[in-house]
C-alpha cells in the first residue's frame, strides 16, 4: 500500500512520488492508502513520457492469463506491478478511478530507472552526515561554475542543479536477521531561474538551397534538427523537478555528468529490529538431505550448498532461526560466510538444520548427538578433523 508521504509537483494539480526502481528488479505501484479499505471499483493506469509534451496513454499490459507470467500487470486491488523492470519504463504513472478529479484520490508516480548494481557505503547516522559533506561538493561546485560543455549547457537552459542525498522510508524488519535497512539516495534537484530560458524552438530563418547545391548541406541540416530534438528532450527532462543521480534517462543526454555522478555510492543504515522469521516460498522438500551423528564433545562444520556471500541465506534449527553475526545459538555459531558450526556438541544440538538461499529451502541435516563412550581412546580434535574431511566429501 502507498503511505500518505511528502510528493513532488509538478504543477498546482498533479503531485507526483519520486521512485527510483532497479533494471531488471519487480516494481509495484499501489492505487490505494495504507490503513484504508481497497475499492473495487474500476481503475486504469496510464503512462505519459518525461520527455515529450504527449498526453498519457493507458499502460499496456500483458494478456498471459497466469499473471504472474506477464512482465507488466495489474492485480485485483489495482496495483500496477513491474516483473522485470526495463529503462523504457521510467515514465509518470497515474491510476484513476471514478474519483480521479479529487487530489487526496490521485495516485501518480515519477518512476526514475537505475542500474541493478549501485554501489553502496554502510555507516552510522554520524558517518553519512560527514559523507554527504565531502561526496557531493565537486559535483556541485561543477553545476554551478563548470565550463564544461554538458554543464553549461544546463545553465543556459535556465535550469539550476543541486545534488542532495535524500533518505528513503525504513524497510520492513527482516525477522530471520533481527534488522531494518534505510537508504539515503543521491538526488538531483532541479529549478527554473527566473531568467529567460533559452528558446530552443527557434530556429534560424529558412534559406533556399541551390538545387545544384551538394546534398551534404541536406545532411548537415537533418543533423541539426536531430541535435535540437535532443537537446529539447534533455531540457523536458530537467524540468522534472527530481532526477536520481543514477538516472539512465539523464544518462542518454548528459552521458559526461552521468559518469560523474555513477561514481557517487548511496548510503544504507541499519538498526537491530524484532519480527517473525518469515521464510516464502518455502518448498516442501529440500534440493539436498543429509544425517550427521556426533559423540559429545565434537566440534563440527556444515556449509550450506551453492551459497556465496553476497546471497542472503538464512540457518534454522528446529524451525528456530539460528542469526548470522557469530551469534551463539546454545553451541551453534553462523558466521558471515553463511558456514553454521557446532562447538563441543552437548545432547542440546540434537535437531533438524536446514539452510534456506534466497527464501528456497536448499539443505536439510538431521544431527544426533550420542554419548562418548569412556572407553572411546580419541579425543575431540581428532573427531573434529575426520568429520571434517567426511562433510567436505559429501556436501561437495
Not at 200 to 225: D, I, R, V, W, Y
Request: hydrophobic content about 30%; aromatic content about 10%.
Amino acid at each position: 500500500c502507498r503511505d500518505k508521504i511528502r510528493r513532488i509537483g509538478l504543477d498546482k494539480d498533479d503531485q507526483f512520488e519520486f521512485v527510483t526502481a532497479k533494471l531488471n528488479s519487480k516494481l509495484v505501484l499501489w492505487c490505494h492508502y495504507c490503513k484504508e479499505g481497497v475499492t473495487f471499483a474500476p481503475k486504469i493506469w496510464y503512462s505519459q513520457s518525461r520527455l515529450t509534451d504527449e498526453p498519457p496513454r493507458e499502460v499496456e499490459l500483458g494478456m498471459d492469463s497466469k499473471l504472474s507470467d506477464n512482465r507488466v500487470y495489474n492485480t485485483p486491488d489495482h496495483s500496477l506491478v513491474f516483473n522485470k523492470v526495463i529503462e523504457d519504463d521510467a515514465a509518470l504513472y497515474y491510476c484513476q478511478g471514478p474519483r480521479q478529479n479529487q487530489e487526496e484520490y490521485k495516485f501518480n508516480y515519477m518512476i526514475d530507472v537505475v542500474p541493478a548494481n549501485i554501489s553502496l557505503k554502510h555507516g552510522s547516522v554520524e558517518d553519512w552526515k560527514k559523507y554527504t559533506q565531502s561526496a557531493l561538493k565537486d559535483v556541485n561546485d561543477k553545476f554551478a561554475h563548470s565550463q564544461e560543455s554538458e554543464y553549461s549547457e544546463i545553465r543556459m537552459l535556465g535550469v539550476k542543479i543541486h545534488s542532495v542525498f535524500e533518505w528513503t522510508r525504513w524497510g520492513p524488519c527482516n525477522g530471520c536477521f533481527k534488522i531494518r535497512k534505510r537508504f539515503s539516495e543521491c538526488r538531483m534537484e532541479t529549478q527554473l531561474l527566473n531568467k529567460t530560458k533559452h528558446e530552443l524552438n527557434t530556429t534560424p530563418p529558412n534559406t533556399e538551397l541551390n538545387p545544384k547545391e551538394n546534398k551534404t548541406s541536406t545532411k548537415n541540416e537533418a543533423s541539426k534538427n536531430k541535435t535540437k530534438d535532443v537537446i529539447k528532450k534533455g531540457e523536458k527532462l530537467l524540468n522534472s523537478f527530481e532526477l536520481s543521480c543514477h538516472s539512465l534517462l539523464f544518462s542518454k543526454y548528459y552521458p559526461t555528468i552521468s559518469s560523474q555522478l555513477m561514481q557517487v555510492q548511496n548510503y544504507m543504515f541499519t538498526e537491530s529490529c524484532y519480527a517473525p522469521c518469515q521464510i516464502s516460498g518455502i518448498k516442501t522438500s529440500p534440493k539436498f538431505r543429509n544425517s550427521l551423528t556426533l559423540h559429545e564433545g565434537e566440534n563440527f562444520k556444515l556449509i550450506c550448498p551453492e551459497a556465496t556471500k553476497d546471497q542472503e541465506v538464512v540457518w534454522m534449527k528446529n524451525g528456530v532461526t539460528v542469526t548470522a553475526q557469530s551469534t551463539k545459538e546454545g553451541n551453534v555459531i553462523v558466521d558471515s560466510y553463511h558456514n553454521l558450526y557446532i562447538k563441543e556438541a552437548t545432547r542440546n544440538e540434537d535437531g533438524n538444520y536446514t539452510c534456506f538461499i534466497n527464501g528456497q529451502k536448499i539443505q536439510e541435516v538431521m544431527v544426533t548427538i550420542m554419548v562418548r563412550s569412556v572407553l572411546s581412546s580419541k579425543g575431540p580434535e581428532y573427531k573434529h578433523a575426520e568429520h571434517f574431511s567426511v562433510w567436505t566429501v559429501v556436501t561437495g
